[in-house]
């Protein structure tokens, strides 16, 4: 049991911490602040273009700004009312998903004997695009966080895009905008185990299908894994939240500020509260709202003023993408808590702290597929802590993550934002149409953490070309990358959980009963309605008859559109005024992030100090650090069954000894090793790829810790004859294949193949090249 004194020396400390980052966290806003105030002003000096001579001409000027000022004024509002509309009808049509392709319902959820509101879609592909029905199925899960299903095809460079062009048939799991009664997140998992199934039995000669999920769709798609571990292919997760209680806790201002919002706001409990007051259901428009608290300078300013000031151009592309923005979904009570409580608050998906049934739970390293993570440093809703934390969690180190057979993949951006994850043109035409390409021949990696790097280069066509290659990671230097203290700051949530849990009770005992009691349909449907975020919508629309003349005017205005210049000095002035009303709520935003960071440590660091530190060292919670790792479980027992197994085992263990050390692992070696496999099975072991990971797993632990023993026990575990002669004549044949012989090698992989030779009593030509194939 820690004193009392030991416990107010870590409060001053920890007081004392917090101060510290608060101060830079100012002073680097300040500094900000002024470099872009600074940089306005040089811009605005060194803009060219037309300049007035006389006060006559500056006249001349102000009235051509001032006639096209108040048309574009009328013109900006006739958008927003024309938003209006799109809203009204994309109601009354039940919100459809905002998808660009074609679609044809494939199942429907609403019909199951558990009804869900999810539903099955097969995309058709456009014109001049075909699939080949026995290529591996895609199968894009949405998330449902307050918007609207379509956002992973929104545009034709696009996840779904991407994937028609290469040949892939793709479906598209979608929501309904209103719960079936009773429904929970467990049906719903269930459900889109039924959609895999589906889609297996329309392919049945395809690979297992490709499984991806965008942010909240993410944890679904690895929760559908780790229940159906059979029948999921590789899973692709883009943004998605897996590790709640991560984030950056530096010196950077704005850093990840709503991973502190659930501490705050005092846990759980308001999301039971909005339930109760919805009768039942909750109001997805909050989770939006939530979006667009985080950047108040673009929910407020920079979107519209973009639109105004080239409302000419902008109208199309800002209807469309607010057609999706716009468009609110609903929740059962029943799914907002369970996620709040055990996703939000409780981070407990990694843990194995969630149940998939009635006697089960999720456990994530049953998950037999290889999982590709994609995130991005400039997401500040899902930081790349939240993707990558969770790995470490459940695996604990590099080697329980090959002895279990798995490969993890992970792709870093370096500044796009958490939409640009999924709807960015970009985005789409290089990271995701690289992870299609890696997914052609993932199950070929030999188990480990790697790092996929995308390199861009000019083709002959003058066009971007890219290449891709993996870099092997330690898991235990990958989590001290990511996490400046270590995870240190995480000990605070375990406070927040244990608060919300007392709020949430208290709440469920005092007034929840009076809430509900209280609430009726009608009132449910007037509070939704009346949501600020949808009145901003349908009060501006020929809903709402004061609006009558603006549609018209608007027509009049198109028909003598008189624009001014864009250099013209008042045009000038009006974006440099723009972007400093930018700049200054930027400024304000980043002051009540870094105060908001401050009180939560201040608040929920001193409780775990002075309340749960005990109750860590007591359980033993507190993380040691490992001293040997031969003592892993994992090492240990990889280490025990040296001289166990067969044919299967010899193969991956020479595999293992010519792998090369540290070098970057190129696509395209990935790639012939699949085609190897391919073209010699009649003489590999026959077993899956999953199996055959998790053999090379266990070898590849062997030969790093005991490598000398590795290669002496070889001839042990081809004791048979016909095992050894099989062996040394894929060796033989792997020689004399030209694609073998087209790579390179080192000395050591050269030395070590005469030495497995030699092991193996075969006197026989020595064939270096074939060193380099070790690790394809």
């Known amino acids: 049991m820690k004193d009392q004194t030991e416990k107010l020396a870590q409060s001053q400390e920890l007081t004392g911490k917090v101060a510290q980052l608060l101060a830079q966290r100012v002073k680097t806003a300040q500094a900000q602040f002024a470099d872009r105030v600074k940089t306005v002003a040089e811009k605005q000096l060194a803009a060219g273009g037309a300049h007035p001579a006389t006060p006559w001409d500056l006249w001349r000027d102000w009235q051509a700004y001032a006639v096209d000022f108040a048309q574009r004024s009328v013109l900006y509002w006739d958008t927003m009312r024309e938003r209006g509309n799109n809203y009204l009808a994309h109601e009354r049509a039940g919100l459809p998903p905002v998808l660009h392709f074609d679609y044809e319902t494939v199942l429907d959820g609403r019909g199951f004997e558990r009804p869900v509101n999810y539903s099955l879609l097969r995309i ?60 929970t997140l467990l049906d719903v998992c269930a459900a889109e185990a039924r959609f895999v199934h589906e889609v297996h039995a329309l392919h ?8 991806m999920g965008n942010c909240q769709g993410g944890w679904a798609a690895m929760m559908l894994a780790a229940s159906n571990p059979d029948d999921t292919g590789p899973i692709v997760i883009n943004g998605a939240p897996m590790s709640y209680w991560g984030g950056a806790w530096t010196e950077g201002a704005g850093d990840n500020p709503m991973r502190y919002s659930g501490g705050l706001l005092g846990g759980t409990w308001l999301s039971s509260l909005a339930a109760d007051i919805g009768n039942g259901v909750f109001d997805g428009a909050y989770l939006v709202q939530n979006f667009e608290n985080l950047n108040p300078a673009n929910t407020f300013w920079d979107k519209y003023y973009n639109l105004f000031a080239n409302v000419d151009s902008e109208a199309p592309r800002f209807l469309e993408f607010e057609r999706w923005w716009g468009g609110f979904f609903l929740m059962n009570r029943e799914e907002i808590e369970w996620i709040t409580r055990n996703l939000f608050v409780g981070n407990k998906l990694w843990s194995g702290g969630v149940h998939s049934g009635p006697q089960s739970m999720f456990d994530l390293r049953a998950i037999k597929s290889p999982i590709v993570l994609f995130a991005s440093l400039g997401d500040n809703i899902t930081p790349p802590q939240q993707a990558f934390n969770w790995v470490a969690d459940v695996y604990g180190s590099t080697d329980e993550i090959k002895a279990r ?34 997914l052609k021949s993932i199950e070929a990696l030999p188990p480990g953490l790697y790092g996929m790097k995308i390199v861009e280069s000019t083709g002959a066509d003058g066009k971007p070309a890219y290449d891709v290659e993996f870099i092997e990671h330690r898991l235990e230097d990958i989590v001290k990358r990511l996490n400046r203290f270590q995870r240190q700051d995480e000990k605070a949530f375990e ?26 349909e009608y009132g449910a449907k007037a509070s939704r309605a009346l949501h600020p975020l949808r009145v901003q919508h349908w009060s501006v629309s020929d809903a709402n008859p004061w609006l009558w003349w603006l549609g018209p005017l608007a027509d009049a205005v198109r028909a003598q559109r008189q624009s001014a210049s864009a250099d013209q000095s008042w045009r000038k002035a009006e974006r440099m005024n723009s972007e400093l009303i930018s700049a200054s709520l930027d400024y304000t935003r980043a002051l009540r992030d870094a105060a ?35 003592a892993l479980p994992f090492v240990a027992e990889a280490l025990a069954s040296i001289e166990q197994g067969g044919y299967a085992e010899a193969l991956a263990r020479v595999a293992a000894l010519l792998a090369p050390r540290g070098a970057p692992l190129p696509l395209s070696r990935v790639q012939l090793r699949h085609a190897l496999a391919e073209d010699y099975k009649d003489m590999l072991p026959d077993i899956s790829w999953e199996q055959a990971r998790r053999v090379r797993g266990e070898q590849e632990i062997i030969v790093r810790y005991e490598p000398e023993q590795a290669l002496a026990t070889l001839p042990t575990l081809l004791s048979n004859a016909a095992d050894r002669s099989r062996l040394l004549g894929l060796l033989a044949r792997l020689i004399d294949d030209p694609r073998i012989q087209e790579l390179s090698h080192t000395p050591e992989q050269e030395a070590m193949y005469a030495r497995i030779r030699s092991v193996l009593s075969e006197r026989a030509p020595m064939g270096p090249r074939l060193a380099a194939s070790g690790g394809a």
């Open 124 to 183: 058709v592909p456009p014109a001049g695009v075909e699939v080949d029905a026995k290529r591996r199925p895609y199968i894009i899960i949405d998330p449902r966080a307050g918007h609207g299903p379509g956002i992973g095809g929104f545009k034709d460079d696009s996840q779904v895009g991407v994937a028609l062009r290469d040949g892939h048939p793709v479906y598209f799991v979608v929501f309904h905008r209103d719960p079936e009664p009773g429904q």
């Open 204 to 211: 049945p000669d395809s690979p297992k299908p490709v499984i």
């Open 596 to 630: 908001s960071e401050a009180a939560f440590f201040l608040i929920y660091g001193n409780l775990f100090a002075f309340y749960l530190s005990d109750r860590e060292a007591e359980t033993g919670m507190a993380s040691a650090a490992v001293g040997d790792p031969r």
């Open 495 to 520: 406070a927040v959980a244990k608060v919300s849990e007392f709020n949430q009770r208290a709440y469920e005992l005092f007034a929840q009963p009076l809430v509900q009691a209280g609430a009726t």
């Open 405 to 438: 057979g798995q490969v993890i993949v992970g792709l870093l951006h370096e500044d796009i934002g958490h939409l640009g994850i999924f709807v960015s043109g970009k985005v789409a035409k290089k990271e995701h149409a690289q992870i299609v390409s890696v």
